[in-house]
């Protein structure tokens, strides 16, 4: 048995035993024989390496629609489309960009209604791909120009899918802002680079996806020539080219970096949510609004706020401005100027709600107060009477002096009339009436119960 075939024999069992690829032995030999011939990526990589690349590439090409106009789809088409896609996402943890669904093939360029105008690619926000199937072969044609068609419109997915979708890379999503900033302070002061095509100063996104295809195909000269720019790719992408066998961005290795080009790398980027379209901030601010004032309603019923209840939904508020100002300001979910909106109609009036269940659930102690009546007054047109108490008592608690005129003659009619209540104070010291009737002194039977 020859040295190939064995070294073919251990690539396969690579395949199907640790990366689990559900291909054919001839499935393999053709994939990976293409991929040889037509890709450098490829064939640099270890053999771990290519059956990680071929088990991502096989999964891509199976989650993706393909659809042919003017050209029938063969798994060439899919295998080498889907490979564009690997490279950049060879280093991150996710590769399928859920976002993207549909990928187009024209045998060339094609007229675009969509920016009126032939274009080779055009990559969509709804999650479309459309390709010139010509022009992704020359691009692949040469390796060392800087020129990949599939590559350019695979990096404009790659950052539609972290911008519309749900970013599944944490990493890329929250470094990305780190990213722009330092490409756009390069193309503000290097209008006329020689080593980045024209095409890149269009705007920040195509700077992005001609800044890919370099980082790709000649990613010696982009370390060279644009030393700073392409470090950071290095982090976004989480990939060290320069050694293409494992292009392993190494802790080893990012140290070593930092020292050589002054860039101060975290070992796992800070939280940055501009990027995310949803944050969990943004369900508390649509949730609350309509959950929150049920909820209070229905808790709050015989509770005595210290400060009523607009006092204590202020209070909750700023209570939960310094807990929550990290997760949702600091890591740039909301801007600080919004900040105290989410505050007032999402976090505080939630927190007012979850503080009043968590009161309500354990009593910590309970007492009896019996308080004179000393004055009446009717309400004709509700039928309620309002009790005045000796020393104005519970004066500030107007709804448990407030009751049905049923018993106001009997209470007139008797002398030594008092308001007999029992409170319980709740974990976080809430108070709550849980019964309240009106008794007589002279005849301590004659209880009435009003509540």
Same mark, same amino acid.
């Given at each position: 048995?020859?040295?190939?075939?064995?070294?073919?024999? @251990?690539? $396969?069992?690579?395949?199907?035993? #640790?990366?689990?690829?559900?291909?054919?032995?001839?499935?393999?030999?053709?994939?990976?024989?293409?991929?040889?011939?037509?890709?450098?990526?490829?064939?640099?990589?270890?053999?771990?390496?290519?059956?990680? *690349?071929?088990?991502?590439?096989? !999964? $891509?090409?199976?989650?993706?629609?393909?659809?042919?106009?003017?050209?029938?789809?063969?798994?060439? !088409?899919?295998?080498?489309?889907?490979?564009?896609?690997?490279?950049?996402?060879?280093?991150?943890?996710?590769?399928?960009?859920?976002?993207?669904?549909?990928?187009?093939?024209?045998?060339?360029?094609?007229?675009?209604?969509?920016?009126?105008?032939?274009? @080779?690619?055009?990559?969509?926000?709804?999650? =479309?791909?459309?390709?010139?199937?010509?022009?992704?072969?020359?691009?692949?044609?040469?390796?060392?120009?800087?020129?990949?068609? %599939?590559?350019?419109?695979?990096?404009?997915?790659?950052?539609?899918?972290?911008? @519309?979708?749900?970013?599944? +890379?944490?990493? $890329?999503?929250?470094?990305?802002?780190?990213?722009?900033?330092?490409?756009?302070?390069?193309?503000?002061?290097?209008?006329?680079?020689?080593?980045?095509? @024209?095409? %890149?100063?269009? +705007?920040?996104?195509?700077?992005?996806?001609?800044?890919?295809?370099?980082?790709?195909?000649?990613?010696?000269?982009?370390?060279?020539?644009?030393?700073?720019?392409?470090? !950071?790719?290095?982090?976004?992408?989480?990939?060290?080219?320069?050694?293409?066998?494992?292009? &392993?961005?190494?802790?080893?290795?990012? #140290?070593?970096?930092?020292?050589?080009?002054?860039?101060?790398?975290?070992?796992?980027?800070?939280?940055?949510?501009?990027?995310?379209?949803?944050?969990?901030?943004?369900?508390?601010?649509?949730?609350?609004?309509?959950?929150?004032?049920?909820?209070?309603?229905?808790?709050?019923?015989?509770?005595?706020?210290?400060?009523?209840?607009?006092?204590?939904?202020?209070?909750?508020?700023?209570?939960? &401005?310094?807990?929550?100002?990290?997760?949702?300001?600091?890591?740039? *979910?909301?801007? #600080?100027?919004?900040?105290?909106? $989410?505050?007032?109609?999402?976090?505080?009036?939630?927190?007012?709600?979850?503080?009043?269940?968590?009161?309500?659930?354990?009593?910590?102690? =309970?007492?009896?107060?019996?308080?004179?009546?000393?004055?009446?007054?009717?309400?004709?047109?509700?039928?309620?009477?309002?009790?005045?108490?000796?020393?104005?008592?519970?004066?500030?608690?107007?709804?448990?002096?407030?009751?049905?005129?049923?018993?106001? !003659?009997?209470?007139?009619?008797?002398?030594? *009339?008092?308001?007999?209540?029992?409170?319980?104070?709740?974990?976080?010291?809430?108070?709550?009436?849980?019964?309240?009737?009106?008794?007589?002194?002279?005849? %301590?039977?004659?209880?009435?119960?009003?509540?």
């Amino acid at each position: 048995m020859g040295s190939n075939l064995k070294d073919d024999i @251990k690539a $396969f069992a690579l395949h199907r035993l #640790r990366w689990q690829t559900a291909i054919s032995r001839e499935q393999y030999q053709r994939y990976h024989t293409l991929l040889s011939n037509t890709s450098r990526f490829y064939r640099e990589l270890s053999t771990n390496g290519q059956a990680k *690349a071929m088990h991502r590439i096989v !999964h $891509f090409m199976r989650a993706k629609k393909f659809i042919g106009h003017g050209i029938e789809v063969t798994d060439t !088409h899919r295998l080498l489309i889907s490979l564009a896609a690997i490279k950049l996402t060879f280093g991150l943890e996710h590769h399928l960009l859920p976002h993207l669904h549909t990928i187009y093939l024209r045998p060339t360029q094609f007229y675009s209604s969509f920016v009126r105008a032939d274009v @080779k690619g055009l990559a969509s926000g709804s999650g =479309e791909l459309h390709l010139s199937w010509q022009h992704v072969l020359e691009g692949m044609a040469d390796a060392d120009d800087g020129l990949h068609l %599939a590559i350019h419109e695979m990096a404009h997915i790659l950052k539609i899918d972290t911008v @519309k979708g749900k970013p599944q +890379n944490e990493r $890329f999503a929250f470094y990305l802002n780190t990213w722009m900033r330092e490409a756009d302070r390069i193309r503000q002061n290097q209008p006329d680079d020689p080593f980045l095509r @024209k095409y %890149a100063q269009v +705007n920040l996104h195509e700077f992005f996806a001609v800044c890919m295809e370099n980082f790709i195909e000649r990613p010696d000269d982009f370390a060279a020539r644009e030393p700073h720019l392409f470090y !950071h790719t290095c982090y976004l992408l989480n990939q060290y080219p320069l050694e293409p066998k494992d292009r &392993a961005l190494t802790p080893d290795i990012l #140290r070593r970096i930092s020292h050589q080009v002054g860039i101060s790398f975290p070992v796992t980027p800070a939280k940055d949510y501009t990027h995310h379209n949803w944050h969990w901030s943004y369900t508390l601010l649509f949730i609350s609004p309509l959950f929150a004032p049920i909820a209070i309603l229905i808790l709050s019923e015989d509770v005595m706020f210290p400060f009523g209840m607009f006092g204590a939904w202020m209070l909750a508020s700023l209570l939960c &401005a310094p807990l929550l100002y990290r997760q949702v300001v600091t890591y740039r *979910a909301m801007t #600080r100027d919004f900040y105290p909106v $989410f505050l007032l109609v999402g976090a505080g009036p939630m927190a007012l709600a979850f503080a009043l269940m968590l009161d309500s659930t354990v009593d910590i102690m =309970e007492w009896e107060e019996q308080h004179p009546i000393v004055n009446i007054q009717h309400w004709p047109e509700t039928s309620t009477m309002q009790l005045q108490l000796a020393d104005n008592a519970l004066a500030d608690w107007p709804d448990q002096l407030t009751m049905l005129d049923n018993d106001a !003659h009997i209470i007139q009619q008797h002398g030594g *009339a008092h308001l007999r209540l029992r409170f319980t104070r709740g974990l976080l010291g809430i108070r709550h009436c849980i019964a309240s009737e009106i008794v007589f002194s002279a005849k %301590a039977n004659a209880a009435v119960e009003t509540h």
